[in-house]
């Protein structure tokens, strides 16, 4: 890596300005993550840790997802690490679980409200007209009711099974989306590369997908990174509401639920899946942070 | 110190001046020890390509250097006080009030929210201590000197309520409030009509000739500074090349250099009459939301030769390329196409009809996609219209480079990996891979610098020897035109005023907005500006503006 690096400074040079792609996008890459700043490392290797745990949750788990394997409410021990919740359910257990059906159906909603908020965000910025007016005022309504509300409603409406939680969320989400990639969408399609695309006859598909996309992906990735945030933050708080994700799956937000009362009697235990929560948001903002920073053009001046 | 130079007139002494500037965490030397001196009431010269630091030494000279810059050695004597080592707070209390600079961008330097006359009272208010009606009096008096309509109450008006020539002279009368000992004037008419432009650079000539007011004038544009500065100061690549008097400059230059940038005015093309016609604009009417921006417009051009479309901003030339391409339908009238009539909307012509009228278009850096490479942006109109792929569309990639004569490494490139006049050919290289009769050129030298404008004329007069493809050529310089056109079409306010051969257009009898276009170019004369200016006041003709 640091040979192919030293190889392209004198090309670097030689064109005297940024041709970091000349050394393949690893290497760009690395170089964008030394020059990192702490928390974004801190952020990186947190989520870096959640997803390792969600992936081999089997391997760490003591126990079974669902088993039941003590008395109720036991403190902690050497066999139980955190205790045991309301039906003697192994804590730690529940724990690493919860990280893999959280993030993972938290990932699977943010994705699914990218496809359709971003898609119809840049079918809006190339066609404008009147597509561009009814999508937009659809939007507004969406997100003129208050989203946890709306999507406590409708989930009572169609019933609380994860595939309706995953999208109604979604749907509800996109609508941030949607103005996101509609806006940086129209300061691409005004270009005249995307004019050029349109006089060679390119289809719609080609000109959203070829010419746009890959111009709005950095403020899109930061984007996913915060709705991922907000996505995560409205599942847990749905579960804590018991009309998100049902038992006995186990899940951050419907397990401080179960386990709230322990704190009356001083027991840390709810906090850790609460905790659990904080610090994977507080992790992904970190990185998103950084990110924005390293692709909105802003520099330190002084 | 200070009574010696006040003595010799010495206002502003550089000395090795030096710069360095960083890009991914390098530092490159971007102005390698530049001098000059400048006596009061002088005005100096600054010309040189971009990238040639002429910017950046317009800056150094207030003791300023960019974000990502700094002044890494030399001194910049200004009245006896070294600037480039002044402390923050003497510098600031010099500049705006001894020491003033006016941006290529008047609209970008104004504050949309307040008045003119506010943001000229801004520095005298706070830099004199004048009262606010002393201060309102001489910028009234600031704005007749620079022949802004309406002195008393143009100030009133917000900067989107003037023209952008109005608003670069009110941006001259905002820096000259204080009365500084020096201007420094960055581009002051790039970006305007060359009837505009006249107004502009005859006000500023007036005004500091008037004041006695020292000045540096940058620019990229020979015949501008011609007419504008004393002594003139040739830079290149971050060196002075040569310094002289302006008109010892101009009769005799010395250095190599100097002497390929006075050469590139003269390119000049034999016209030819065309042999049957490939596009005929019949009667077209276009426009946006009700406003006709195109008003019974007819446009020939002849195949294999070049029809140059000249005019102002605001006349109509690219919304007759809209019109054309079918990007906007025109409301009424045809356009048509070896022989046939192409549909309106883009939307219904054929991929044929499309093939064969290509485009390329003012400014290469919003042309290219950026997240593509050469090979992409090449290769996709290959597949498109000709459905090569493989080994043979990499083959007619590499022709296609050849023909632009770049190597065929650039393939790899992506548009912020090459220089503008590369990107520019890279343009080109997209149009020719449709192989079309037609290419519409909107404006595609003019953000260019002169050396690469040349080259890349030369390379569009090439290809249309080799391949024979017809040109439309819109543009506003007329030294362009003279360098590529067959035959010209003047178009005014929406309308043709007429199109004939190069000869028959540039030789009188003119028509009335002709020869006033025509008499509007900076030529590279000191006197012309005065002479024309002197001229036009005893013919005391209504300027159609």
Known sequence: MTLEAERAV???????????????????????????????????????????????????????????????????????????????????????????????????????????????GLLAAVLGGWIDQALGRLVDVLMAIPQLIFALMLLSIFGPSVK??????????????????????????????????????????????????????????????????????????????????????????????????????????????????ALLTVAVNCVVDWFIHQTSGLRDEH | MTSTDRRDGVLLEVRGLRLAGEADEVWHEIVKGVDFTLRRGEVLGLIGESGAGKSSVGLAVMGYARPGCRITAGAVLFDGIDLARAPERQKRAIWGRRI????????????????????????????????????????????????????????????????????????????????????????????????????????????????????????????????????IVVLRGGAVVEEAPTRQMLADPKAPYTKSLWAVRSLRKAEEAGAGLLLQVRNVSAGYRGVRVLDDVSVRVPRGRTVAVVGESGSGKTTLARAITGLLPPLAGEVVFDGRALPR?????????????????????????????????????????????????????????DMIELSAGFADRFPGELSGGQKQRICIARALAAEPQLIICDEVTSALDQLVQEEILKLLLRLQRELGVSYLFITHDLATVKAIADEIVVMWRGRVVEQGMKSEVLTPPHPEYTGLLLSSVPEMDPDWLDTLLANRAGEARPVPV
């Open chain 2, 345 to 401: 909307a883009l939307k219904d012509r054929d991929r044929e009809s499309l093939r064969r009228l290509q485009m390329i278009y003012q400014s290469p850096d919003t042309a290219l996609n950026p997240r593509q490479r050469v090979r992409e942006i090449l290769g996709r109109p290959l597949e498109f219209y000709r459905r090569a792929s493989g080994a043979a569309r990499e083959r007619r990639i590499g022709e296609l480079l």
């Open chain 1, 164 to 277: 309706n939680l995953v999208l109604i969320i979604a749907v509800l989400d996109s609508t941030r989306v949607f103005r996101l990639s509609r806006a940086v969408g129209m300061n691409v399609a005004v270009m005249d590369f995307v004019e050029a695309a349109k006089l060679r006859g390119e289809r719609l598909g080609w000109i959203m997908r070829r010419e746009l996309l890959p111009n709005i992906m950095p403020p899109m990735v930061a984007e996913f990174g915060l709705r991922f945030c907000f996505v995560f933050l409205t599942i847990s708080a749905l579960s804590f509401l018991g009309l998100g994700i049902q038992p006995p799956t186990a899940d951050w937000g419907s397990m401080v639920r179960e386990n709230a009362t322990l704190i009356n009697y001083g027991d840390v235990t709810p906090l850790l899946p609460a905790g659990a929560i």
């Open chain 2, 100 to 231: 003033a600079y006016v941006a290529q961008s008047a609209a970008a330097a104004f504050n949309p929210a307040h008045t003119l006359i506010e943001q000229c009272l801004e520095a005298p208010v706070r830099h004199r201590r004048r009262s606010g009606d002393e201060a309102r009096r001489e910028a009234v008096d600031l704005f007749q000197k620079l022949r802004l309509p309406e002195p008393e109450t143009i100030g009133f008006r917000y900067p989107h309520q003037v023209s952008g020539g109005q608003l670069q002279r009110a941006m001259v009368a905002m820096a000259m409030a204080c009365a500084p000992d020096l201007i420094i004037f960055d581009e002051p008419t790039t970006g305007l009509d060359v009837t505009t432009q006249i107004e502009v650079l005859a006000a500023i000539k007036a005004v500091v000739r008037q004041v006695r007011t020292a000045a540096i004038y940058i620019t990229h544009d020979l015949a501008v500074v011609a007419q504008m500065a004393d002594r």
């Open chain 1, 10 to 120: 004198p090309v670097a040079r030689a064109v005297a300005f940024r041709a970091s792609r000349w050394r393949g996008p690893l290497a760009g890459a690395w170089r964008g993550l030394r020059k990192a700043p702490v928390s974004a490392w801190f952020g990186l290797s947190v989520i870096g840790g959640y997803l390792v745990v969600a992936v081999v949750a089997p391997l760490i788990a003591p126990y079974g997802e669902a088993q039941v394997v003590g008395n109720q409410y036991e403190a902690w021990s050497a066999q139980f690490p955190f205790g045991t919740d309301q039906l003697g359910r192994d804590l730690f257990t529940r724990l690493v679980y919860g990280a893999r059906n959280t993030i993972g159906i938290a990932v699977l909603t943010t994705m699914l409200s990218f496809l359709l908020g971003g898609a119809l």
